[in-house]
Structures are given as C-alpha cells and as structure tokens.
C-alpha cells in the first residue's frame, strides 16, 4: 500500500462530507415548519434558497433571548409626517428631532407606521417595500431614529399596492408576478364563508393580457392579497425583513396577518398554516438576531388574538386589543365592573411574551375584541356616546349582507370630553387616567403620539380624505405645536408635560416589568379600579388605583393589606400613607402608585430572576 509522504497535506485536501453544522442546525428547525405548508420536493429547495440568503447573517448562538424587554420600555407610535415642517427639513427629520427634545427620557421606543411609497390607505398599501417615501425622507432618517430609540417596523405581510410591480406582471402576464396573487371564480359559493373586516368586495376585478380576472383582496380594491402557498412569496418577504434588520429594526410588527393564508370552504383567518408562518419568521430572525422581537396585529375578539403566542413559539408580543374599548367603556360608565370581569380573566402572558398596551393608535377603537365582554345596553350606549363627542363609526360586512359597527373613529383627547351623562369640566383629568391604568398594566405601554400631544378631532381632514380614521391622523405643523407646547395653559402643554414625568416614574419601578405579578383587587367601592403588581424579585409591590368617575370617593387603606412594616408612598403625588389613616379620599380621576419602595430600579443588588425554559 503507498502512503502520502505528507498524510496531513492528503487529508487536508480531500473533499470533506460532513456536512456544515450550522446548516445542519438551520434545516432541523426550518424544515418541520416548511413541511407544514409545502410538499417535500418544495421543502428541500426553499430550505436551500432560504439558507443561502440568510447564512452570512446567522448568529452561532440559537439561544433564545427572554430579555428583550424590561420595566424600562416605552413605545411611541406615529406615522412619518405626524409632525411637518414649512422648511426643507423631511418630516422624519422632524419627528428625529422632536423625539430628542421631548421625549428622550420619556420614550425608549419608536413604532413609525409605514413610511413606503403607497397609493392609499396612509401607507398600508405599499408599492415598494425596498424604498422610503421620497415625501418622509431617506433610510439615513430612520436610521437616525433606530439609533437613538427602539424602532418598530410595519412588514405589511397581507396584501401589497394595486400599482406594485407584483400586479403590473400578473396583469402583463410575466414572471414573478403573475404566481403572486390568488385568482378565484366569483361565482364560487364558498367565499361567502369569508371572514370580511371590511364591507368592500372580497374580489377585485383585474383586466389583463388574458382577459378580466378576479383577485383576493381582503381590505380593499388596491390592496391586493398575496398567495403565500407559493414559496417565492414566503422569500419575497423574507428578503424584505433582513432589509429591515440591516435598517436597524428591533421589533418586526406583523400587520392582518391573521388574514394570511387562504383556503377556500373556510373562513379564511386565523387557518393553522398562518400560524405556522408567524412560527416560521420567529425561527429564522431567532437565528439572526435573538434580541429582535416579532409583535402580531390581530383586531379580533379577545381569544382569538391570545391564540397568536402559540406554545411560546409565535408572537413575543400582540395587540391588548380588548383594553381600548374596555377602558374607555369604564370611564364613560364611571365603573369598574366590565374592565375588571375582563382583567381577571385574562391569563399572564407566557414566558419570554408579553402584551402591547395601547389606548389609541392610528386606527380607531376596535369593537370586536368587546365580544362577550359588553352586554348590548352598554355597548349600544358607548357608541352613541362617542358620536356625541364627535366621533364616527365604520361598519363591516357579514356573509349574510348584513351590517355591523368595526370601530370607533375619533380622537382618544375628544373621546374622554365627558361621560354618558354629556360633556364636563374633566376632559384632561379624565384623560390622564385612561392613560396611567394602561402604562400600570401587565405588559409594555404604547402611547399614540397624538394622545401625548392631546390632539383633537380632525373633522376637516375627514372631510378632505373621505376616510373616518382621518380624524385620528391629524399632522401637526411644529412650529404651531411648538407654540402650542410653550403655552404652559394649553392642553397639549398640560397632558405632554403630566404623561412625560409620568412615565419617567414607571420607568423606575421595578413592579412595573411587563411580566410582573399581577392581580385584581376587589374594593367594594364599583368606582374605584384596582390592581396589585409585585417585582419580579419580589422586592417592590405597587398598588395600582384609580377613581374612574367624576365625584371623589373614599378608599379604605385597610383593604389593601398595606403592611404596617413597610414605608407606604403614592409614587405619583408623593403622599406617605399609612393604615392608621384608613380612609384616602380620591379626588375626581385621581390615580394612586402606593408602593413600598421608591425608585426601586436604582438599586441593582437584586436582579431580575433570569428567564430561562
């Protein structure tokens, strides 16, 4: 037998078989969910593209990362232009430099809503994924926010632009795009079993090379559906979230995509396949960057939208879409007992998930996470108190033809000017409430900036678009809000400066981590809304308490449990109180954060339990 003078030299240059570890790490936690969707000879090639896009970007570490958030976290949200300049400055410079005058020690995050070119619905019909709208600015601009906070960005994952390349092919007839959207024959029965959030047609007509076709579009005629039973789809947008991540992005936000797999002879959301796609994207940007978090937008009754944490595996976070209307519902009654029936029943987020708190956002109050939390009068009651105040109500349609209210269209600042009982003096006292129970909550708050801003109904921006949800989509001149801001008796100056120390206390308080111990109380005054939150190191309590009408009221000391021990102090007022005193007397929207330790993030020598499996 002849030996290689140099045995190292011929075992070094002999084509090794082993396979890559990393890609073999990489196919054992993609391929079981892509066999869920497509068959096996699909599955082998797409696990080898998607490979190949993602292996430069693959972390060596698969460790989930359960820190991703902290009692420390605050979200804004805002559109590009929220806030516009008369000189050459973008409006995402703009916003970038308001954020860094106002709200630097308030705000830890940014979710900018779509700020691609589009064609309608304010962003949320985009015909570009790859471009900033050339009217908000440059990606040096986002990039300039994503540097100094948190930044959220919207991966419209549904539906594109009816003037998206995507279209203009299927039109055309050409590759890609004439595989992208799902045709059907509008004679088919079963589409009537269709969930619809939307009273337009469920089909768009398209004229092509090949005559008229009709196409899914779930929301409206130029937004057109995407067929993610097609694999090049699912790399399409896969391409689209690493150029996200290269932007700085470190919360991917998942818009309709309970509406994202379609199969006819069902209703068409929520379908096993869609969750397996938000599964799908959890793994892949786990393996790209641990610390980025995926958020899922699902406006629909309260079970439903739980269904998006999985086993653990899906969303790190959804939507708390039961909480807008809820609240808002409390402090029109001036009671407690809906917001409370609800608070109890809703289970502590999973491990490693938490919920997104929100009062307001760019959208209007959804009505269908009340399902079965509302009984008719009361509900019936809030929309006509809401159209009082100025508000409007969009409808959706049934498979029946039938009719029924969506949401509620108006500004949160004009949605608290009274109570069923009609307007009062407590608009901002009434205001401030509803927004210190949503940042006191389990979970991460969100503040709408026009909630921050005290903004109010844009009737004249309705009238001017046609759309209801423009009335909640105001954009502030700034050199007019600067003004505004400088006035110390305006509201906007009144709410802006109260909401902002606000937070800056919260973002201290260790009971105030988004997975904290939560729990309802029960005082016997129906008034009074309260709940109990403990540090996860068990080393702060903050008793969490709010007067949700317009008469003071007594709360009993007593029916806290406040131990004697402990120096007991309201974080918010900086009144000591004690059980000899007993009662406290709440002042009209008064809240309380009674708690035994001030400022307990100052002190590092118990840390937070590390989260593990």
């Given at each position: 037998m002849l030996?290689?003078?140099?045995?190292?030299?011929?075992?070094?240059?002999?084509?090794?078989?082993?396979?890559?570890?990393?890609?073999?790490?990489?196919?054992?936690?993609?391929?079981?969910l892509l066999s869920k969707l497509y068959p096996p000879d699909v599955v082998e090639m797409l696990t080898e593209k998607l490979y190949a896009l993602l292996e430069p970007f693959l972390q060596q570490s698969s460790i989930e990362n359960w820190r991703k958030w902290s009692h420390d976290n605050v979200m804004l949200i805002t559109y590009g232009d929220s806030l516009v300049s008369q000189d050459e400055r973008s409006p995402l410079l703009v916003l970038a430099e308001f954020l860094e005058k106002h709200l630097q020690d308030s705000i830890t995050g940014v979710h900018i809503l779509p700020f691609f070119p589009f064609t309608s619905d304010d962003g949320f019909a985009i015909k570009d994924y790859t471009a900033v709208n050339p009217e908000l600015g440059t990606w040096d601009d986002v990039k300039q926010i994503?540097?100094?906070?948190?930044?959220?960005?919207?991966?419209?994952?549904?539906?594109?632009?009816?003037?998206?390349?995507?279209?203009k092919q299927f039109q055309a007839g050409e590759k890609p795009g004439c595989d992208y959207l799902i045709e059907v024959d509008p004679e088919t029965e079963s589409i009537a079993d269709v969930v619809r959030p939307r009273s337009s047609p469920l089909l768009t007509k398209l004229e092509t090379v090949n005559g008229a076709k009709h196409v899914w579009s779930t929301f409206s005629a130029d937004q057109i559906d995407v067929n993610f039973s097609n694999p090049d789809v699912l790399l399409e947008y896969v391409k689209?979230?690493?150029?996200?991540?290269?932007?700085?992005?470190?919360?991917?936000?998942?818009?309709a995509v309970g509406y994202l797999w379609k199969k006819l002879g069902t209703c068409c959301i929520h379908l096993s396949e869609t969750h397996t796609v938000v599964r799908l994207l959890r793994e892949l940007l786990q393996m790209i960057d641990p610390g980025i978090a995926i958020i899922t937008e699902t406006n629909v009754p309260n079970r439903e939208n739980l269904s998006y944490f999985g086993n653990r595996n899906e969303a790190h976070m959804?939507?708390?879409?039961?909480?807008?209307?809820?609240?808002?519902?409390?402090?029109?009654?001036?009671?407690?007992?809906?917001?409370?029936?609800?608070?109890?029943?809703?289970?502590?987020?999973p491990i490693g998930c938490a919920y997104f708190n929100f009062t307001a956002s760019h959208d209007g109050i959804g009505l269908r996470p009340t399902e079965g939390l509302l009984t008719a009068d009361e509900y019936d009651s809030l929309l006509a108190t809401m159209k009082q105040f100025g508000g409007e109500i969009s409808m959706r349609s049934h498979p029946d033809g039938t009719e029924s209210p969506y949401e509620i269209n108006i500004s949160l600042?004009?949605?608290?000017?009274?109570?069923?009982?009609?307007?009062d003096e407590w608009q901002i006292e009434r205001f401030l409430c509803s927004q210190t129970i949503m940042m006191s909550l389990e979970g991460i708050p969100a503040f709408y900036i026009h909630s921050l801003l005290a903004t109010r109904n844009n009737h004249a921006g309705v009238a001017e678009t046609g759309h209801n949800r423009t009335i909640n989509r105001y954009?502030?001149?700034?050199?007019?809000?600067?003004?505004?801001?400088?006035?110390p008796e305006t509201p906007h100056a009144i709410v802006l400066k109260e909401l902002c120390r606000l937070i800056e206390i919260r973002r201290r308080q260790r009971a105030f981590h988004p997975n904290a111990t939560q729990y309802t109380l029960h005082p016997l005054n129906p008034c009074i809304f309260a709940f109990w939150r403990q540090s996860m190191a068990r080393d702060q309590s903050i008793f969490s308490i709010h007067n949700l009408s317009?008469?003071?009221?007594?709360?009993?000391?007593?029916?806290?449990?406040?131990?004697?021990?402990?120096?007991?102090?309201?974080?918010?007022?900086?009144?000591?109180?004690?059980?000899?005193?007993?009662?406290?007397?709440?002042?009209?929207?008064?809240?309380?954060?009674i708690t035994n330790k001030v400022d307990s993030a100052e002190d590092e020598s118990v840390p937070d339990p590390l989260l593990t499996d």
């Open positions: 030996l290689s003078s140099n045995p190292q030299k011929s075992v070094q240059s002999q084509p090794s078989n082993l396979p890559d570890p990393k890609s073999i790490m990489f196919s054992s936690r993609i391929k079981p994503s540097q100094h906070f948190n930044l959220m960005v919207d991966l419209v994952i549904n539906h594109v632009s009816g003037e998206h390349p995507w279209i689209i979230i690493l150029l996200y991540v290269q932007a700085g992005t470190r919360y991917i936000r998942l818009d959804i939507y708390n879409f039961s909480l807008p209307p809820l609240v808002l519902n409390a402090l029109m009654q001036g009671r407690s007992d809906y917001l409370k029936q609800w608070m109890m029943s809703m289970p502590p987020a600042f004009d949605a608290m000017q009274g109570t069923v009982e009609g307007k954009k502030w001149n700034i050199d007019t809000l600067e003004a505004a801001l400088a006035d317009k008469n003071p009221q007594e709360l009993h000391l007593s029916d806290l449990n406040l131990l004697d021990t402990d120096p007991w102090v309201d974080l918010i007022s900086g009144d000591r109180l004690t059980t000899l005193d007993d009662i406290y007397e709440m002042q009209p929207y008064q809240s309380l954060w």
